[in-house]
């Protein structure tokens, strides 16, 4: 069970590694399997890994299996699992766009973009928690029931889902929604849809499940 769940791991990794989602030293994605969690390692290339190479932690930070180091940021994963009993995917990314607003210190949210609306409604962003400690869950605490998605003030963006496909199809979607209303702003900032049109895309979201 632990190899298929290996191999959709490294299958993630190399594509957010391809994306420019994460890089060697930064980012980090899980998969949760009861109450083990396969998580890259650390400091080790995203496109060089194989199922040998990927640590397998308890929800303690334990190491069950692997001679690499676990992810520095194992922390953010565990208790964001134990947060969210309902998601068996995280990755925690330095993806540019997202990134940018996280490190402004600014939520994504709009008026002018139907998608971002329907998609998300809202990015929130999470108090700064140092990185590698126990400070940082502490600011996504807040967030963590309601978002499945989640910027990290300072930081970079955490993205959940049922399994780690969901989690990566989230992220691409907020990185691409970031990226659409930054450049927008080169052009003088978008332009709100009418009160009327929020009014149907609110009823849309609504009668969808989430992404």
Known sequence: MLEHIKSQLIEIAKLAYNKEMVNTYEGNISIRNGNYICITPSGFPKCLLKE?????????????????????????????????????????????????????????ETKAYPEMIVFFDKIPLA??????????FRGVEEFIANYDVILLANHGVLSMGEDVYKAFYKLEAAESIAKVLI?????????????????????????????
């Open 52 to 108: 040998e190479k990927i640590p397998v932690i308890d929800l303690d930070g334990n190491v069950i299996e692997g001679n690499l180091k676990p992810s520095s940021e194992w922390k953010l994963h565990a208790l964001s699992y134990i947060n969210r009993p309902d998601i068996n995917g995280i990755i925690h990314s330095h993806s540019p766009y997202t990134t940018a607003y996280a490190v402004a210190n600014k939520s994504i």
């Open 127 to 136: 108090a700064y928690g140092t990185q590698s400690t126990d400070d940082i």
């Open 183 to 211: 450049l927008s702003e080169m052009l003088g900032g978008g332009k709100a849809l009418s009160e009327e049109n929020l009014e149907q895309l609110y009823r849309i979201r609504k009668g969808n499940p989430k992404l």
